[in-house]
Nanobody, 117 residues
Framework: QVQLVESGGGLVQPGESLRLSCATS????????MGWWRQAPGKQRELVAT???????NYADSLKGRFTISRDNAKKAVYLQMYSLKPEDTAVYYC???????????WGQGTQVTVSS
């Protein structure tokens, strides 16, 4: 059973930075595209960023330049570095894993990020 556990969320002020981490129990980490999604109150879940097994990254257009996704294959973890946070970044952030062969996906429980003064 694949488990994804997010950490690093919290309350920050506008303009500050935050780094989210996702630890996984994935046995063959190199078989997974990893990513982050978020869901704000009253809104649909939206893609934040993904990183492939080859380290190719993809970002939501509105977040390019402020967010950076990375993966550590040795630690079987994925990270999301967020800069210049805005109140509209407030959401629950979910870690996501997609097996590139079976196309089965897995989700973490989410971590709350609140940007407020």
């Amino acid at each position: 059973q694949v488990q994804l556990v997010e950490s690093g969320g919290g309350l920050v002020q506008p303009g500050e930075s935050l780094r989210l981490s996702c630890a996984t129990s994935i046995s063959i980490f190199s078989s997974y595209t990893m990513g982050w999604w978020r869901q704000a109150p009253g809104k649909q879940r939206e893609l934040v960023a993904t990183v492939t097994v080859g380290d190719s990254t993809n970002y939501a257009d509105s977040l390019k330049g402020r967010f950076t996704i990375s993966r550590d294959n040795a630690k079987k973890a994925v990270y999301l570095q967020m800069y210049s946070l805005k109140p509209e970044d407030t959401a629950v952030y979910y870690c996501y894993a997609l097996n590139i062969y079976s196309r089965r996906d897995y989700w973490g429980q989410g971590t709350q990020v609140t940007v407020s003064s």
